[in-house]
């Protein structure tokens, strides 16, 4: 026999899992059977040898209980300090979490696994602290007794006859790397019990003495034994599957549960796990959802949402789908899409005629299931009291029923004036028809009226012995009846088909809004818009406040939009944290930070969690139930993506507008190193020669060399300039300091600054004496002016006259420089002021093409705007139009002294 | 007394010391130099200089706190050296106690200019004050009789024109900021500083040939004015 090679895949698997939990931390169960058998004295011993190791131990809760044995054992370590909750008007101590995982010690003794957490602490329940503590990568060691495990819950009530309310989900005793059965023979612990070494509070006295009776000590030590044989036999098999010795299952079985209002659905769900377990399978617990659905009352909807929240607790899958009038078919159809093999459904007792009337769910899905088993488990008398009670339907409105009396009568008249007494038939069908449209106009039950009228009228008026209900013929009697079936079953049969109608219509709406949501989404263009729209949405939808919370650069949530209802305190603003670090939902309604006012979702998305969708409910929180939950979740999704889609998008952006800067860099470096090189190679020239060769040069020679130097130098001053200049405009490093000027003064400025290089040049100035004043920097309206007459200089020859003209609109000043060149290429308008770009007919002139691409970064920093344009009469023009922004203050009158 | 006046050029670039000490030293002037602030404030004590030349980027002092430390005890005229795009540490320097500025590049003839004109204001004070008559080739200022003619003819002024004038005058040569002009002459510091465009558009109107193109009142941009002079 050759032993089965194992998959290449699950080998690697095999070999993450095992790294997985060597980093993981290690969760140690002390496991007991009952209080007082030493769980904790246990927990501390072990973890004094741990301490002993060089570990470093502190303790999060250990609760002595007065025990000095105890107690003693518990000295000589560390331990987080409590913190303290208002509960009630008294402050009770509780276990701090955010303490412990501030200290991060290596091994944290956790007493109480079951212990439920004051109200105000992050989590429900102290077993959620502990999962929290092992995300955090520390070492917890923790007690538990057998009656507190969740799935053992019916079996410890069975036996005990006590209720527990405490309990702990088997996924986290399943979690444990390690198992510890702390066990003490049921003799030995009433020895202990009688010796007062057992705790007991004085309060609960009398049930814990109907607790300690020897009989369910022993049935509860047998419990605690068998469950950790079971642990034992699951970490066995676990290995040997791991390890490839032998194959211990098939495919692997996967359980399917189907759950109701019904008070049998939570045994059916512990059931379900325990089977789940045993075989080593996973489960799924399954409501069908019918018209029915909404006409439950709130608390069985309530029940119905709690059956499946307790299946998630235990580990299941949860799935909501809608059914039609029949669910068996659609049970089946989810079963064999899910590739269940095992089928557990209750079977509530009901009395048989109403089974044989009404067909029965177990019998449909046995004669359905095919390969798939069903396990039926029976309620017992006690669970059929507590059936569901459905609402009252809607009342008819007692127009309905008028029209069923109005009908009856009309099919009657017309029967006695169309045919004669004797074509009963005839008269039979007219009665069919009347009670048949009163069943398509107003359903069931105004037509089962309508039947009973007709039978009446028929016999009252058109059979023998007529005017009396008297029945002379027998035969009759069948025409009654099959005249009052048929209208039971048009009754029927239009009732269904309402019902199916009204489902596909709230499932219409649900895809509407949806679609509706997505299409919203998608329009959105800024994070903004797409967060405000998904907020009306799901506003409009649930009838909730909502908000979304989007990370920062350090991820730490911030409100982005939210409804006005929605304050976020710093708390609300935590549970919103962590609901984004853990990517649960937390809040009111889970179990996690119940105490927050709202509820918040994951916005999980194909990356991971994007942000934190809050809602606040109004009033009746209508998102809890499933159908309602289910589409939050839905819509929840949908912004996620949408979120990310737009993160994508902007990264995207981000990275493309990266390359564009990158690559006009590069352009510009080139051009620049270029610019810069050619006046430093003039002046390094005329420089060397003079200094080698001074005497052999003529003197004008000289003087020219100096010249050109002291040119290139120039030259290279403006360019460097330029350099400085469009880096602080583009970096937003100028403040434009603007004042009201006139604008003679910076023509002035830019006219005697340009005085060299235009010398000789007509210019002609025109600048009205009527101009008001213009709110400008003049620093930098110089700059455009002189960069705007360099390029008049340079591109023009050197005869032809430069205009500089301004004219005022009222609300704004329009300055133009004008030349007489060759004017500019067509297409050149507006591109030449961009970066580095060069009119297209520029000539050998240098330049780094920076100058109007300052002018326009000026301009436009005064909120204003520049222009260039070819002259009619030949040349170009660039218009600077500046903004007035309203009348400068006045100024003060001036008296002069002995004025005429 | 052969020895021409001694200027003190407080300045850590090498390259900028050489330039100004040959261009300094052509002309006739005593050359001290100083790498840092240090150095300068202990010549200005054993040398007491004519004129400072001053860079604002000193290694180890704002040249600003060095102008405020120096006013404290001595009166020499301080030029600030100073990269253009940094109006506000020119107007900062000036209001601190510096009478003139320069900025990076300069030329010999600018330099000279600056120079000549602390050293007149420091020597004689008193040549343009009342009483006194200045005079440029195009228009005239005589205080006595508080008249003002262009080319012969007599041109009124309004009288804040003739006291911005008057102070320019008193000035002249030197930069002065907006600041210290509303000061002198509306007595407010902080009254609008258009009133002193206004004003000063109004006297180039009356006073230059071609106000558009001025050769006498010259706008120090972000500074100031300068009645330029000679």
């Known amino acids: ?900 | 007394m052969t020895a021409g006046p001694l200027v003190l050029v407080i300045e850590d670039e090498a390259q900028m010391r050489r330039f100004l000490r040959a261009a300094l030293e052509s002309h006739g002037f005593r050359f001290l130099e100083a790498v840092t602030a240090q150095e300068g404030t202990a010549l200005v004590t054993s040398h007491n200089p004519d004129v400072i030349l001053m860079d604002l980027g000193l290694p180890d002092l704002d040249g600003l706190e060095l102008t405020r430390r120096l006013r404290d005890w001595s009166a020499t005229p301080i030029i600030v050296i100073s990269a253009r795009g940094r109006e506000e540490d020119k107007v900062r320097a000036l209001d601190a106690g510096a009478d003139d500025y320069l900025t990076k590049p300069f030329g010999t003839g600018e330099l000279l200019a600056r120079i000549r004109v602390a050293l007149r204001h420091q020597e004689g004070a008193t040549d343009t004050k009342s009483g006194a008559v200045f005079e440029t080739p195009l228009w005239r200022l005589d205080q006595g009789r508080r008249e003002v003619s262009v080319q012969g003819t007599i041109v009124h002024l309004t009288p804040l024109e003739y006291k911005l004038l008057v102070i320019l005058v008193r000035h002249a040569g030197k930069v002065l900021t907006h600041h210290l002009l509303l000061k002198e002459v509306w007595g407010n510091a902080s009254a609008q500083p258009h009133y002193l465009r206004v004003y000063m558009a109004q006297l180039r109107h009356k006073l230059e040939e071609d106000p558009a193109r001025p050769r006498y009142f010259i706008t120090e941009p972000g500074v100031g004015y300068r009645l330029r002079w000679p």
């Open chain 1, 1 to 900: 026999m050759t032993p089965e090679r194992p998959d290449p895949d699950a080998l690697l698997r095999k070999v993450q899992d095992a790294e997985a939990r060597e980093k993981r931390a290690k969760l140690k169960v002390f496991f007991g059977a009952s209080p007082g058998v030493g769980k904790t004295y246990a927990m501390l011993s072990e973890a004094h040898e741990r301490k002993a190791m060089g570990i470093d131990v502190v303790i999060g809760v250990v609760e002595s209980h007065g025990r000095s044995e105890t107690a003693a054992l518990a000295e000589g370590f560390e331990t987080v300090p409590a913190c303290e909750l208002p509960y009630r008007g008294i402050f009770m101590k509780e276990f701090d979490l955010e303490a412990a995982k501030q200290r991060r010690p290596h091994l944290i003794l956790m007493d109480e696994l079951a212990h439920t957490n004051v109200q105000g602490s992050r989590h429900d329940k102290r077993w959620q602290d502990v999962l929290e503590l092992l995300d955090a990568g520390i070492d917890v060691f923790t007690t538990l007794n057998v009656q507190h495990l969740e799935s053992l819950r019916d079996v410890v009530a069975q036996i005990t006859g006590i209720v527990v309310r405490e309990n702990v989900p088997d996924t986290v005793v399943e979690r444990a790397d390690e198992v510890e059965l702390v066990d003490l023979p049921p003799e030995d612990l009433l020895q202990r019990l009688r010796e007062g070494k057992v705790y007991v509070p004085d309060q609960a006295r009398h049930a814990i003495d109907r607790f300690f009776r020897k009989g369910n000590l022993l049935a509860l030590r047998e419990l605690a034994l068998r469950q950790t044989a079971q642990n034992v036999d699951a970490q066995m098999r676990r290995y040997m599957a791991s390890e490839g010795i032998q194959k211990t299952w098939g495919a692997g079985d996967r359980l399917l549960v189907c759950v109701g209002p019904h008070e049998l659905s939570v045994r059916l769900v512990r059931a379900t796990r325990r089977l789940a377990a045993t075989l080593g399978g996973s489960w799924v617990a399954l409501y069908v959802e019918t018209a029915r659905h909404q006409r439950y009352t709130a608390d069985d909807q309530a029940r119905i949402e709690a059956h499946l929240r307790l299946a998630e607790q235990l580990g299941a899958e949860t799935a909501v789908i809608e059914g039609g009038i029949s669910i068996g078919p659609d049970i089946l159809r989810f079963a064999q899409e899910h590739n269940i093999t095992k089928i557990v459904v209750g079977k509530p007792a009901r009395s048989r005629w109403r089974e044989m009337l009404k067909g029965s769910l177990v019998d449909e899905l046995i004669r359905g299931s095919g390969d798939i088993d069903v396990f039926v488990i029976t309620g017992d008398r006690g669970e059929e009291a507590s059936r569901p009670a459905l609402a009252p339907r809607a009342r008819e409105p007692w127009t309905t029923w008028l029209w069923a009396v109005l009908m009856v009568a009309a099919a009657s008249g017309l029967g006695s004036l169309l045919f004669r007494p004797s074509e009963l038939a005839d008269i039979v069908m007219i009665y069919v028809l009347g009670i048949a449209l009163v069943a398509a106009r107003h359903g069931r039950r105004p037509s089962l009226l309508a039947s009973a009228l007709s039978v009446a009228a028929y016999d009252y008026l058109f059979i023998p012995p007529y005017h009396t209900f008297a029945v002379s013929d027998f035969r009759h009697i069948g025409t009654f009846g099959i005249l009052m079936f048929t209208g039971w079953l048009i009754g029927t049969l239009t009732e269904r088909i309402r019902q199916q109608a009204r489902l596909a219509r709230l499932r219409e709406q649900r895809t509407a809004a949806l679609l509706r949501l997505s299409k919203e989404l998608a329009a959105s263009a800024g994070s903004m818009e797409l967060v405000e729209s998904a907020i009306r949405s799901v506003a409009a939808q649930f009838h909730t406040e909502a908000a979304v919370l989007l990370p920062d650069a350090n991820r730490r949530l911030t409100a982005l939009r939210k409804a006005p209802a929605f304050t976020f305190t710093d708390q609300e603003l935590g549970v919103a944290q962590w609901v984004f670090e853990h990517g649960e939902p937390g809040g009111r309604g889970t179990a996690t930070l119940p105490g927050a006012k709202a509820t918040y979702l994951p916005l999980r998305a194909s990356g991971g969690i994007v942000g934190v969708m809050g809602v606040l409910p109004k009033g009746e929180a209508q998102w809890t139930e499933p159908d309602q939950r289910s589409l939050l979740e839905a819509f929840a999704s949908q912004t996620a993506l949408a979120v990310e889609r737009l993160d994508l998008a902007d990264r995207n952006e981000e990275a493309r507008r990266r390359m564009d800067e990158e690559q006009l860099r590069t352009t510009l470096l080139s051009s620049v190193s270029h610019d810069l090189r050619t006046p430093l190679g003039a002046i390094t020239g005329a420089a060397s020669t003079l200094l080698e060769q001074a005497e052999a040069i003529p003197e004008a020679t000289q003087r020219e060399l100096f010249r050109s130097i002291l040119d290139e130098s120039k030259r290279m001053h403006r360019l460097v300039t330029n350099l400085l200049d469009i880096t602080r405009l583009e970096s937003g490093a100028v403040t434009v300091k603007k004042a009201w000027t006139p604008l003679e003064e910076v023509v002035g400025l830019a006219l005697n600054r340009m005085e060299e290089a235009l010398a000789g040049r007509q210019v002609n100035v025109d600048l009205p004496v009527e101009l008001p004043l213009v709110p400008l920097d003049e620093v930098l309206m110089e700059q455009v002016l002189v960069n705007l007459l360099d390029n008049a200089v340079k591109h023009t020859s050197a005869g032809s006259p430069i205009e500089v003209r301004a004219w005022s609109t009222g609300s704004s000043v329009t300055l133009v420089v004008a030349d007489g060149g060759p004017g500019l290429a067509e297409g050149d308008e507006e591109r030449i002021f961009s970066k580095l770009v060069r009119g297209s007919r520029h000539g050998s002139e240098p330049g780094a093409g920076l100058g109007l691409a300052i002018c326009r970064g000026i301009v436009e920093a005064h909120g204003g705007r520049i222009q260039a344009a070819n002259r009619s009469q030949g040349g170009a023009q660039f218009l600077v139009t500046l903004p007035l922004e309203g009348p400068p203050p006045g100024l003060p009158a001036e008296y002069e002294e002995g004025a005429e």
